[in-house]
């Protein structure tokens, strides 16, 4: 059997019936509207988000009953602020991570890289998301301390815990693509030997 | 789509297997139309969809940790009773043995793209491309053939 013969043997499969990528076509056209909406909307909430939650939070931190309840708000602002960047810059490099029409090397290093950059994002998570964390926590601790000790105590239980699962989130998240980073960065040296 | 269906069908069969090459089908050609727009037409059309189709495939089994078994070459609807089959099912087998750019590299070949042609998808210089393609023929054709 010479080249011609095994290309041959390996084209010689039939063709998908017309029926199929008819139903192919119309599962691209419906998922790529679906993927389009989700990330308007994205975009509306955190806007909204940016928009109104955020202006809010720096009013209450201008006239908070006490400075702690002011430090409280200011915090949760700054950490608003960082959290809704955070989600655009997440969004960015999942446009730059997805498989695109470059040469594979220079794709597959493209999108290493922003699997890096997205794991350390997600690692370090709980740090910048901290500032909400800490300010929602601020205000927890002046409900016990003037208003209620059992929705103080709870809202600081709340907080804790919230805090705890995303970090833990993220930290799950990081290693995973992690993970998927140096399974391409194997592929990459792969293609360089 | 119809022009490209075969090899991509061919290819999503050696990366995956059962409803993850329905799955691999259509994330290739999701791609495709989301690159689209930014098809200049500075290489061939075939290229350029042979490119985006290698590095979704690539992209996924890095993301996708199971690995194709074994015997999951052996469940397709084919039915090896033919000599043809028999060869394309050897074929398969030995794709599924290589390492990702030996994978890549031999199904472009296979699709008949030149040197120059599978340069400019995976990026790897034409006389490297020369130089292991030689290998892996070596492997894949008995002696005598794969000097003709």
């Known amino acids: 059997m010479d080249d011609e013969a095994l290309r041959e043997a390996w084209r010689n499969q039939p063709l998908p019936p017309q029926e199929e990528l008819l139903a192919t076509a119309e599962a691209i056209l419906r998922t790529d509207a679906a993927a389009r909406v989700k990330e308007h909307r994205i975009r509306v909430v955190s806007w909204v988000v940016l928009g109104v939650l955020c202006p809010l939070s720096v009013w209450f931190s201008a006239h908070g009953v006490t400075p702690l309840v002011r430090a409280a708000y200011a915090l949760v602002a700054v950490g608003i602020a960082i959290s809704v960047t955070a989600e655009w810059l997440t969004l960015a490099w999942t446009h730059q991570a997805r498989a695109g029409a470059g040469a594979s090397r220079s794709q597959l290093a493209t999108t290493a890289a922003s699997l890096a950059r997205q794991a350390s994002l997600f690692r370090s998570g709980a740090l910048w998301a901290s500032p909400i964390y800490v300010g929602v926590g601020l205000i927890g601790l002046w409900m016990f301390q003037a208003r209620s000790r059992i929705g103080g105590a709870g809202l600081l239980l709340v907080t804790g815990a919230a805090w705890l699962v995303s970090a833990v989130g993220g930290l799950a998240k990081g290693r995973a693509l992690d993970a998927q980073r140096l399974r391409l960065q194997d592929v990459l040296a792969d293609l360089d030997r | 789509m119809a022009a490209y269906a ?44 042979y490119r985006v189709a290698h590095n979704v495939a690539l992209t996924r089994q890095a993301r996708d940790r199971r690995r194709r078994s074994r015997e999951s070459a052996l469940d397709d609807t084919v039915q090896p009773t033919q000599a043809a089959d028999l060869r394309q099912l050897a074929l398969r087998e030995a794709l599924e043995r290589m390492s990702p750019a030996d994978r890549s590299l031999t199904l472009l070949w296979l699709e008949g793209l030149s040197a120059s042609e599978i340069e400019d998808v995976t990026g790897i210089k034409a006389a490297t491309v020369a130089v292991r393609l030689s290998r892996i023929r070596r492997q894949l054709l008995p002696p005598e053939a794969s000097h003709g």
């Open chain 2, 6 to 49: 075969a090899p991509i069908k061919r290819l999503c069969a050696v990366y995956t297997s059962g409803g993850d090459r329905d799955d691999l089908f259509q994330e290739i050609f999701l791609a495709i139309w989301r690159s689209l727009p930014g098809f200049r037409g500075d290489a061939s059309l075939r290229t350029w969809v």
